[in-house]
């Protein structure tokens, strides 16, 4: 089974940037999409951006387009988020996800394969 350790989370000014880290290990990660997630208190878990194996597409949320990137450097199993213009409604917990299918990317329900979590607070 593949384990995911997310890293690089903390406290940022609105207008910051932070990039967080998501490390893979167990069994081969070949193949896999990579997604983050976020959950603000008292709400549900939601897309934010997804990649896949081989970095050829990406998909973003709408309240993160231009802002947000994801990459990945499969040589290392590891995947990133680039978090620019933080907005204090981006706080939350921020969790990386992986999963074999390619069915549904946006939904939690496809990923099978999640990380801790990192908090990201933006203050204003």
């Known amino acids: 089974q593949v384990q995911l350790v997310e890293s690089g989370g903390g406290l940022v000014q609105a207008g910051g940037s932070l990039r967080l880290s998501c490390a893979a290990s167990?069994?081969?990660?070949?193949?896999?999409?990579m997604a983050w997630f976020r959950q603000a208190p008292g709400k549900e878990r939601e897309f934010v951006v997804a990649?896949?194996?081989?970095?050829?597409?990406?998909w973003h949320a709408d309240p993160v387009k231009g802002r947000f990137s994801i990459s990945r450097d499969n040589a290392k199993n590891t995947g990133y988020l680039q978090m620019n213009s933080l907005k204090p409604e981006d706080t939350a917990v921020y969790y990386c996800a992986a999963a074999r299918s390619y069915r549904n990317l946006i939904r939690t329900l496809n990923y099978n394969i999640w990380g801790q979590g990192a908090q990201v607070t933006v203050s204003s």
């Open positions: 990649i896949s194996w081989s970095s050829s597409i990406t």
């Open positions: 167990g069994r081969t990660f070949s193949g896999y999409a």
